[in-house]
Nanobody, 115 residues
Framework: QVQLVESGGGLVQAGGSLRLSCAASGFTFSIYDMAWHRQAPGKQRELVAEITSSGSTNYADSMKGRFTISRDNANNAVYLQMNTLKPEDTAVYYC?????????WGQGTQVTVSS
């Protein structure tokens, strides 16, 4: 079964940190580009960070210097380390896999940052 399962979300105070994990199964993880997106209430889903199959990374401007994306091909997982969290980072965070026309989404994990 092809799936992505996110974990690690929760409630944290502003300035705190969280590490999100995404476990992949049912497909050849290492050849897929991976990414984290987020969607806040009433807003469109937006890209947070992405990491290609070769390990190149890209971040949305507002996350640069605070968030770090990484992947572990041996364990079919991708991570998002989030530091210096702000209330505006509150959203559902989604893991995404993509290769050519194929896109796979996880179910999301809630991150809430209190002020």
């Amino acid at each position: 079964q092809v799936q992505l399962v996110e974990s690690g979300g929760g409630l944290v105070q502003a300035g705190g940190s969280l590490r999100l994990s995404c476990a992949a199964s049912g497909f050849t993880f290492s050849i897929y580009d991976m990414a984290w997106h987020r969607q806040a209430p009433g807003k469109q889903r937006e890209l947070v960070a992405e990491i290609t199959s070769s390990g190149s990374t890209n971040y949305a401007d507002s996350m640069k210097g605070r968030f770090t994306i990484s992947r572990d091909n041996a364990n079919n997982a991708v991570y998002l380390q989030m530091n210096t969290l702000k209330p505006e980072d509150t959203a559902v965070y989604y893991c995404r896999a993509r290769r050519g026309p194929v896109t796979i989404w996880g179910q999301g994990t809630q991150v809430t940052v209190s002020s």
